[in-house]
């Protein structure tokens, strides 16, 4: 070597990290550095370990603001990673060169609060992301897939203010820029109002007559063989870099100001390294670099640069990544397309193009479409063809693509949004080993997920658990706790099997960035339990609601937190001895009754919850009447929701029978009561209906008097809308009631013109709510004929669109698929009826056909 091998490539590229590998087989050198954190020093070396699968990454965070923390991605086809697995495989000494984690950090608070402090922007400069080749802003699509660099850092508000390759945003950042794809106007640096970021590849792109600087680079770069036959596999890297030095003799730093002291640092670090191996040394950064490595200046010069520069605490570990992670559409700035592809790309030994479409046909095997081997020959055939046409020196995901399109789906995009899942994306997910520095919460919550076989995994999986299994209800208790502590790894569903209280459903994903989360979550305890226990306490002490308290009950008991209860229990009674709001107290009772069955599967002793629950219920009775005069349309409605609410939970009480004669008696009150509303006073009718607490007689006079000439049509339609509006089965009591559909149609046939616009809403907003087939026969029978608006319903009634009595012999025709779906023998013999035994008979199930 005549001076330090510079080898600028671009991030997660599979020709640049196979032309790395091949330069570093050629030059042999005595160092490796990387760009990146010299934090990342101490644990470079777990990369050689057995366990360590990327993608991984570098995850640094602040240690007084664990939320604060940047990550360093790396997959397979990173030159980086390449570097550095060949290092570590020879017994080369391998250093991390970019600027300290602790000043990146730090800085990004600050440009951060600075942004904060400025007057949200006007409008947004689309334009200024689309040219940025940042790893930690999202830039549109043709720049960041073009960029040479791994994090050339920009004025980082536009993401969170982190500078370094990913970052978890602060939310005024987010708040500043919602899309991350453009620095908006108002968080720019001085460098951004000289004007646009500097796309180093987009200008060579373009220079070179291509309108995609993404095509060019895989052109030129990525879609190389190894060594393409070249006597130095180094002299494309030099061609890279007089090419890059001719961009920032012409744009400078090309926008990107913090780009000095980054690279002041390198060159400081470069320094050594010459000092100590001389100039047998390899530097593999990103391409944008290059020339300022190369700039002949004083130690002075560069110290200078880097002469005040803040500082934070942090810590350093490794973390899983994910190829979806990778992919730039989750927000990753530095992100590429198709980690999938290009993982597939540096594999693959040869003819990546044949290997790739057998892949394919593969997965569409799997989902039962027919995809034969002639169909493989003839896509490859289509794709070299279309590279022909177009000039490209091999097929590339453009080609395969449209092939695949053509000849496995038909000219469908709907299977190939499965292939870009699947394998143009992936869901690969990295392990790092266990000796990798973790917080203790994070290697308790390891320890849960291997003794409960519940593995983290990057696709998105379904859970049913079984709360009568003890290993399943440990699952449900961990879930709960990590989501009581902002960990959400797991997200509850409405389960395809049973609603009872012994099953639950669940969504499970595991995103990287749920390590910071966890690393927040760690200054509550040590151990999954602890944690959430601490934190269950703090919300109980902090929360200003009652709402919010009897929530934080229901979670406690799901979580199964014993030691936190008592302190949860103290803070709701105390906020409900305190609150007087008859809304508040409906909106708590909900979540207390909920949680008493939770309690009841889950063993757990709920009798103090129980007591609190029953003081709740009783109060409400007591207020809900007079708090039901006098309201407003919202405010009615939004009291409707709670009667509804209440009527639940009351059900649900441990002391239901003795509540239940009292709730009853609320119910008849409200519904008779001229002040209240008419949606409360329909809605009250309507459950005491249901509940068989009113006559049908009676609920048609009470229908009768609120449908009267006397009554205000909007007042009128309020009342239809409590009464068979928004729950289920309004529209089938209309159905099957005749008398109650003749009061409706009677009274809206007799609404005045001019008052008929006003009730409009309502009544569209109440029979819009039901199913089309209701709606239907609901035409049907008003167009057949008006039922009678008065009258005793009989059984032999033969009203025009009803029939004439009940068809006992149609009715029982029902029988034998009913029996089949509950289960029960569906024989003829007369022995079919002993079958049945206790628990259901013919009766019961000619009236569910009924």
Request: with cysteine.
């Amino acid at each position: 070597m005549t001076g330090p091998l510079l080898l600028g490539v671009r991030h997660h590229g599979p020709g640049s990290a196979r032309a790395v590998r091949a330069a570093l087989d050629a030059a042999l050198p005595r160092a490796v550095l990387i760009e990146g954190p010299p934090e990342g020093d101490a644990l470079v070396a777990l990369a050689a370990d057995d366990q360590m699968r990327p993608p991984v990454a570098l995850l640094a965070h602040a240690v007084d603001d664990p939320g604060r923390a940047a990550f360093w991605p790396l997959a397979e086809f990173s030159p980086e990673w390449v570097a550095i697995r060949w290092a570590l495989g020879r017994g080369v000494p391998v250093r991390f060169i970019d600027l300290p984690a602790a000043h990146s950090l730090a800085l990004a608070a600050e440009e951060e609060s600075a942004t904060a402090d400025r007057p949200a922007p006007e409008a947004r400069d689309e334009d200024a992301g689309a040219a940025d080749p940042e790893w930690d802003a999202v830039p549109g699509p043709a720049a960041v897939a073009a960029d040479p660099e791994w994090d050339v850092v920009p004025g980082a508000v536009a993401v969170g203010a982190d500078p370094e390759w990913d970052v978890v945003p602060g939310p005024a950042a987010v708040a500043a820029d919602p899309e991350w794809d453009a620095v908006p106007e108002g968080a720019r640096g001085p460098a951004d109002e000289r004007g646009l970021r500097i796309d180093p590849i987009a200008v060579l792109a373009e220079t070179a007559g291509y309108d995609d600087p993404e095509r060019w680079w895989e052109d030129v770069v990525e879609h190389r063989g190894s060594g393409d036959g070249e006597s130095d596999p180094r002299a494309p890297f030099a061609a890279v870099g007089e090419a890059m030095a001719a961009l920032r003799g012409m744009y400078g730093h090309g926008g990107h100001d913090r780009d000095l002291a980054r690279e002041a640092h390198m060159r400081i670090q470069l320094r050594a390294a010459r000092k100590e191996f001389g100039d047998e040394v390899a530097v593999v950064c990103g391409a944008w670099h290059v020339p300022a490595l190369q700039e002949k200046t004083t130690l002075a010069a560069d110290k200078a640069l880097l002469k005040g520069l803040p500082k934070v605490k942090t810590e350093m570990t490794w973390v899983p990544w994910t190829h979806r992670r990778l992919a730039r559409h989750s927000g990753y700035g530095a992100g590429i397309d198709s980690p999938g592809w290009y993982g597939h790309l540096f594999q693959v030994p040869d003819r990546p193009v044949e290997r790739w479409m057998t892949k394919v046909a593969g997965l569409l095997r799997d989902e039962d479409r027919i995809v034969s081997s002639a169909h493989v020959i003839e896509a490859v055939r289509l794709a070299e063809t279309l590279a022909a046409m177009r000039g490209r020196p091999l097929a590339g995901l453009t080609e395969t693509t449209d092939a695949v399109r053509a000849v496995m789906c038909d000219g469908s995009d709907v299977p190939l949004d499965l292939i870009r899942e699947r394998l143009v994306v992936g869901d690969v997910l990295g392990e790092v080993p266990d000796a990798a520095p973790a917080v203790p919460l994070q290697r308790d919550l390891s320890r849960l997920q291997r003794s409960l076989r519940l593995k983290p995994e990057a696709l998105e999986r379904e859970l049913e658990l079984d709360l009568r299994k003890e290993t399943d209800a440990a699952k449900s208790r961990l879930l709960h706790r990590l989501r009581l502590l902002s960990v959400g790894w797991g997200e509850p569903v409405t389960g395809r099997g049973s609603t009872g209280t012994f099953r639950e459903s669940w969504r499970l994903r595991w995103e990287p960035e749920l390590f910071v989360k966890v690393a927040e979550a760690g200054v509550w305890g040590t151990t999954v339990l602890s944690a959430a226990t601490a934190r269950a306490e703090h919300e109980a002490v902090s929360a200003s609601a009652l709402a919010e308290v009897t929530a934080l009950a229901e979670r406690c008991l799901l979580a199964e937190l014993p030691d936190a209860l008592p302190v949860v229990m103290r803070a709701l009674a105390d906020r409900a001895a305190l609150d007087a709001d008859v809304g508040h107290l409906a909106q708590a009772l909900p979540a207390l009754a909920r949680s008493l069955r939770y309690g009841d599967v889950r063993s757990t002793d709920t009798a103090a919850l129980a007591e609190v629950a029953t003081g709740l219920a009783h109060r409400i009775c007591v207020g809900l009447p007079p708090a039901c005069t006098g309201l407003d349309g919202d405010g009615a409605a939004e009291m409707r929701g709670h009667l509804d609410a209440v009527h639940t939970a009351i059900g649900l009480l441990p002391t239901a029978d003795e509540l239940s004669a009292l709730w009853g008696s609320v119910l008849h009150r409200l519904a008779a009561r001229d002040s209240v509303p008419g949606v409360i006073r329909g809605r009250a009718a309507r459950l005491l209906l249901d509940d068989g607490r009113l006559e049908e007689d009676e609920a048609a006079r009470l229908m009768s008097l609120a449908l009267s000439l006397g009554t205000p049509p909007a007042e009128a339609a309020a009342w239809i809308e409590g009464f068979v509006g928004g729950a289920a089965g309004g529209g089938m009591l209309l159905v099957h009631d005749e008398r109650l559909l003749g009061l409706v149609d009677a009274w809206l046939t007799g609404v005045p013109a001019d008052a008929f616009t006003d009730v409009l809403p309502l009544l569209r907003r109440t029979f819009s709510a039901y199913e089309p087939g209701v709606r239907r026969t609901l035409g049907e029978l008003v167009r057949r004929g008006p039922a009678p608006a008065s009258g005793p319903m009989r059984a032999e009634s033969t009203v025009p669109g009803f029939g004439a009595g009940l068809d006992e012999q149609r009715a029982d025709a029902v029988l034998p698929v009913l029996r089949l779906l509950l289960g029960i023998d569906d024989g003829t013999s007369d022995s079919v009826d002993d079958s049945i035994g206790d628990t259901i008979d013919d009766n019961d199930l000619a009236g569910v056909a009924r």
